[in-house]
């Protein structure tokens, strides 16, 4: 058995014992009840695809991307701005390896310059992704490009080794632990900074090319950019993708709310220019 059947193997066995993300739901993934999987992402064996298309919102280097988007997620972010896919992860389309190795084929000689697997999170689609990206083999000219929370196992990036060119995590809420910490009030992901940062040094120690993305929130200078722009500057072989985009959800009682004041992004050029960080 060659390496690409031998990682499609290995990544097909988290359909029925999911080890993928720090949640660990193992055999629960595979157990349903009233037609819907009981892990913490709810995705079962069947993948769901909420959309794809040629996109001009990933980073420069990667546009005109084709991002698919599935749906399902491993966290539980209140200001998601996907919620209505990444909280359902049945909404779109049953997809296969082929199906998908098809569009990828398509998306790719109408100009993509990079296929981007999102979400929700593409985590729990490991599966999926492996088999894909065997099936098209050297047809495939284009990067992979892995976009998640990277709230993630070592078995995941294990799996993804030789087939995902260019990482592109999030980074999002700051080294805080515990119930009223950023990663596990606002993110639903207990352990946050100690399970994404070692995620993010262990994609680097893989060799892979690491872009880290770090929304900015109000609100959130102290307690998670500050944090996180300090580690990033002590990674020199990281690039790094600030965001201003948030967007406060209409109901939520725990989301950041308002916009960001001139003022926060102020201190965070500041921050960003000492610390000697391109943005």
């Known amino acids: 058995m060659n390496a690409a059947a031998e990682a499609v193997e290995g990544a097909a066995r988290h359909l029925s014992d999911c080890h993928l993300c720090p949640h660990h739901c193992g055999k629960r993934r595979a157990e349903e ?151 596990e009030r606002l993110g639903g992901m207990p352990g946050y900074w100690e399970v994404v940062t070692q995620a993010i040094d262990y994609g680097l120690a893989q060799g892979k090319r690491v872009i880290v993305r770090h929304l900015l929130m109000p609100g959130h200078f102290e307690c998670c950019t500050l944090p996180v722009l300090t580690w990033l500057a002590s990674r020199p072989a990281l690039e790094v993708s600030l965001l201003t985009q948030y967007l406060a959800p209409a109901r939520s009682r725990s989301a950041p709310t308002g916009a960001l004041q001139m003022e926060e992004l102020q201190a965070v050029r500041q921050l960003a220019k000492s610390l000697r960080l391109v943005w």
């Open 33 to 183: 009840r009233n037609g819907v999987a009981q892990g913490v992402c709810r995705v079962g064996q069947q993948s769901y695809v909420a959309s794809e298309m040629l996109h001009c919102g990933e980073e420069m280097l990667l546009q005109p991307a084709h991002a698919i988007f599935f749906s399902g997620c491993t966290a539980r972010c209140t200001f998601c701005v996907a919620a209505r896919f990444a909280f359902h992860p049945g909404y779109g389309l049953p997809v296969t390896a082929a199906q998908l190795a098809q569009r990828i084929l398509q998306r790719q000689a109408e100009g993509a310059r990079s296929v981007c697997f999102i979400g929700g999170d593409p985590a729990p689609h490991i599966p999926l992704i492996v088999a894909t990206l065997a099936e098209l083999g050297a047809r495939r000219q284009i990067p992979a490009v892995f976009n998640s929370n990277f709230y993630l196992t070592s078995a995941a990036l294990d799996l993804r080794a030789g087939s995902i060119d260019l990482y592109l995590p999030d980074l999002k809420f700051g080294p805080e632990v515990g119930p009223a910490s950023c990663g």
